[in-house]
Each structure stands twice: as structure tokens, then as C-alpha cells.
């Protein structure tokens, strides 16, 4: 069967997560092509550990060496460059402290063809490092307690999130939303790869964006909301989302 959708991975040095990541695109009950891109490329290709999915991912080099610094603007810049390599008709990105629940693939294809959308995404189940599930009881993803409460006040008032629910229901929202706190996790979308390569992803990354932590899927679900491109949600949590990796990230 030809392989229709590209998955698309960067990864450095977190080896053990990968293999998780991997092992989840190879549990997709459709034929994918994954690609790992990595500059660790040449360590990658020794590690036994990594064996086993020899014949079934492709490891792609990474010229230069892994970025430290803030990830939004890297990772736009990163993802554009990998979508050259795509021919695909379809392509998703999966982190590699990531995972897809096995159907997540199908879901969202069954989406596209039903809706005739250029783009259909899920939702994610938060997860701590340990595997053990996100309360439900904060916003995890800014620093400040305050900020980040008041953003997790909006995300329970316009039904983002559940009170002690671990799940983001991520996707437009039909209430005002000053902070620009929907989105879709670049995780949960699958897209048609010719009008993903058309309309881009955007670099240009402002002091206010970076403390704000607006990431390059921000952006990205922006313009796509100001573009009127027709998308549509599978309404199902099948991306297993780690917290800890870059969520953590401080500007100081």
C-alpha cells in the first residue's frame, strides 16, 4: 500500500523518549513514512537501542549543532526546512517526547475526507515525565503562578480545559479570547502538505512573544484562522502529550 502521510521527528539526544515516539507511529494502523531528523545523526545511527526500527524510519542529518536557546523561533525554522523533504500527500510532526494513540492517524484522516477540510487535528492527554496524568489544576505553561492561573481560569471558562481533567480540547473557541490562548499543539494536526508548503510557517518571533511563549503552532493556527482555510477537529484525545521537555523552558 503507498505510504500516503509523512510523520516528521527532531530529536537530539533523549533516545529512550524516541523509541517511545517511534514505537507509537509504527502502532498507526495506516502506512506512514517517518523521518527523524537529527544533528546527532551519526549517534543515532550506533545506538543499538535504535535497531529495531532500522527498516521502517528514515534518519536524516541535521547540519550544525543542537540549538540551545529559545525553541519557538528554532523549531518554525526547522519545520519549514523538513517540509522540503516531504512528498507525501499528507504530513504531521510528532515530538519526540511525544506519542500517537494507534488510531490517531486514521481519525484524523476519516476527518479530512469526510469534512473535505485541509487540515484536521485532535486533542492531547497531558502527561508528567513519569507517565502518570496531568491534574488538571494549572496552566502549564508559563512561570509566573499568577499569569498562569488567570490562564487556566480562561481555559476552564471557555471549555479548553476540565477542571481535573487532563485532556486540552484544543482547537477555535466561539468565546472572546483576549490572550490568544487557543490553539492547536503542532502534535495534533495532520495537513495537506502542498497547502501546509504554501502558506508556511512564520519566523518572526517578538521579545514579547518569546516571554508570552507564543509558539511557532500559534502562529501558525493564526494564520490559518486569518487565511479561512477550512479545518475540523476529530473531537478525541489521541496525542499522549509529555510535559517537562520544552514546556519548561525560562527566559530569565
Known amino acids: 500500500m503507498n505510504k500516503e502521510i509523512c510523520v516528521i521527528t ?25 523521518i527523524v531528523f537529527s544533528e546527532n545523526y551519526a549517534q543515532l545511527m550506533e545506538d543499538k537501542r535504535l535497531d529495531f526500527c532500522r527498516d521502517t524510519t528514515d534518519f536524516f542529518l ?11 523561533p528554532r523549531m518554525a525554522a526547522l519545520r519549514q526546512h523538513a517540509l522540503s523533504a516531504v512528498s507525501e500527500r499528507y504530513v504531521c510532526f510528532l515530538d519526540d517526547d511525544n506519542e500517537m494513540e494507534s488510531g490517531h492517524l486514521n481519525s484524523l484522516m476519516a476527518v479530512m475526507e469526510r469534512q473535505q477540510v485541509f487540515a484536521a487535528y485532535s486533542w492531547r492527554s497531558l502527561l508528567y515525565n513519569d ?3 496531568f491534574d488538571g489544576m494549572s496552566y502549564p505553561w508559563h512561570s509566573d503562578e499568577q499569569e498562569a492561573y488567570k490562564r487556566w481560569q480562561w481555559c476552564v471558562e471557555a471549555g479548553v480545559m476540565v477542571q481535573g481533567q487532563p485532556v486540552m480540547r484544543d482547537g477555535p473557541v466561539a468565546v472572546p479570547d483576549p490572550m490568544r490562548l ?29 516571554i508570552n511563549r507564543v509558539g511557532e503552532d500559534d502562529k501558525l493556527f493564526a494564520r490559518i484562522q486569518s487565511l479561512h482555510l477550512p479545518i475540523a477537529g476529530s473531537g478525541m484525545a489521541t496525542i499522549r502529550y509529555y510535559l517537562g521537555g520544552v514546556s519548561n523552558y525560562r527566559i530569565n
Open 10 to 34: 527532531f530529536t537530539v539526544d533523549r533516545v529512550d523518549a524516541l523509541i517511545r515516539c517511534i514505537k507509537s507511529v509504527l502502532l498507526q494502523e495506516i502506512p506512514v513514512r517517518h
Open 131 to 133: 507517565g502518570s496524568q
Open 182 to 210: 487557543a490553539t492547536v499543539d503542532m502534535n495534533e494536526w495532520l495537513f495537506d502538505t502542498a497547502v501546509l508548503k504554501q502558506i508556511g510557517l512564520d519566523f518572526d518571533f517578538s521579545e514579547h512573544d518569546l
Open 62 to 72: 541535521l547540519e550544525g549543532v543542537p540549538h540551545r536557546g529559545p525553541s519557538s
